[in-house]
């Protein structure tokens, strides 16, 4: 709240993490795993992974509201241009919990974080600008008048 000088943007950020149980569960269903610590542990990994992927896309729309563009649009060319580098960051995270899942300690962590994030990821990147829009009353035949 005090980093963002607003109530709204963190609102906006914390309302993804439940996305992250979706796929959180649907992977821990699919494997068979049971969800225990070392799974709680992942969660609670995704968590910090999803709030920061959320506090990138919103300090970007920010940004580019601030440099004068209509809001709308700020709003839609942020999301673009965030994408690449988001969903490459978690493409590789998932990437790289595929050697933790032949281990029977860290197999429950790795499939919570691959299934949680593979799924939040895309979500959270239509959820968030979604949210922006809403919380923020975007319209999309905003001009540059109404936005600033």
Request: glycine share 6%; aromatic share 8%; no cysteine.
């Amino acid at each position: 709240v005090i980093q963002f000088n607003s109530i709204r943007l963190p609102m906006i950020i914390w309302l993804t993490v439940p996305l992250a149980l979706v796929g959180v569960t649907a992977g821990l269903l699919v494997s068979a795993v049971p969800f225990g610590f070392m799974a709680l542990l992942g969660a609670l990994s995704l968590i910090g992974i999803l709030v920061k992927n959320s506090i990138v896309l919103v300090d970007e729309i920010n940004q580019q509201i601030a440099s004068g563009k209509p809001r709308y649009e700020a709003l839609i060319e942020s999301s673009l241009s965030r994408q690449r580098p988001v969903t490459m960051a978690a493409l590789t995270t998932v990437l790289g919990m595929i050697p933790l899942l032949p281990d029977a300690f860290f197999v429950s962590l790795a499939v919570t974080i691959m299934g949680g994030l593979a799924f939040a990821t895309v979500l959270t990147m239509v959820v968030v600008p979604t949210l922006y829009a809403v919380f923020f009353s975007i319209q999309s035949d905003e001009t540059l008048e109404e936005g600033a």
